[in-house]
């Protein structure tokens, strides 16, 4: 079945630690991105990628960053610089201007 | 920026009636793509509806459709027959045109509930 699968499903950081999400796809999608949500808040988007090997910031990356090694996999790491990590991210990917499809997400907590 | 308002953080409606749920944005662009994302508890993302702001006909899916008022930059969304599977987050989304997928601006969402 194609689809987008994030790991862990929850993830507990220490204070200072770097942690790094992980996001794959296998629909053949050109483009993939991070988003943040918040409790009564939308998502915002951290990163994009349109194609392997290039990404851009989003609106809120301080704190963030990412790679785009391969198509299938666009990873996360949440730094230590990152102030105020705990929030929901899901990851998504398109085609174009066709629909995102959205991976389950990922609850990262900080303790 | 682009921005995307949703102000009804909550709705309620009885089960088989039919609620609207409201959505304006902010746009100097003339070509763009406007979504409705519904987020049930498990939290997964799934899309309702799309439309296109060339397009001049209101997206229809179902018993979910739209009411695209581009000169007024409204889009809301209205589901007919209220089913209890529709209680969830719903999130209106902008995407911009212009050949690149550039992601989403999505508004804060509103709360749907279905009274049985």
């Known amino acids: 079945d194609g689809g987008i699968t994030q790991s862990p499903k929850y993830l507990f950081r220490k204070e200072g630690q770097n942690v790094t999400l992980s996001c794959e796809q296998n629909?053949?999608?050109?483009?993939m991105y991070w988003y943040r949500q918040d409790p009564g808040q939308g998502l915002r988007l951290i990163y994009y990628s349109q194609i392997v090997n290039d990404f851009q910031k989003g609106d809120i990356a301080e704190g963030y960053s990412v790679s785009r090694e391969k198509k299938e996999s666009f990873p996360l790491t949440v730094t230590s610089a990152q102030k105020n990590p705990t929030a929901f991210y899901l990851c998504?990917?398109?085609?174009?201007?066709?629909?995102?499809?959205f991976g389950p997400g990922t609850r990262l907590t900080v303790l | 920026a682009q921005t995307v308002t949703q102000s009804q953080p909550e709705m309620s409606v009885q089960e088989a009636e039919t609620v609207t749920l409201s959505c304006t944005y902010d746009?100097?662009?003339?070509?763009?793509?406007l979504f409705w994302y519904k987020q049930p508890p498990s939290r997964q993302m799934i899309l309702v509806i799309r439309?296109?702001?060339?397009?001049?006909q209101n997206a229809t899916e179902n018993r979910f459709s739209v009411n695209f008022q581009k000169a007024a930059k409204s889009f809301s969304l209205k589901i007919s027959d209220s089913q209890l599977g529709d209680a969830a987050m719903y999130f209106c989304?902008?995407?911009?045109?212009?050949?690149?997928?550039?992601?989403?601006?999505f508004g804060k969402g509103t709360h749907l509930i279905i009274q049985p």
């Open positions: 746009t100097s662009e003339s070509d763009y793509y």
């Open positions: 989304a902008y995407g911009a045109s212009g050949g690149g997928a550039d992601g989403l601006t």
């Open positions: 629909l053949n999608h050109d483009a």
């Open positions: 439309q296109e702001a060339y397009k001049q």
């Open positions: 998504a990917s398109s085609i174009g201007w066709n629909e995102q499809f």
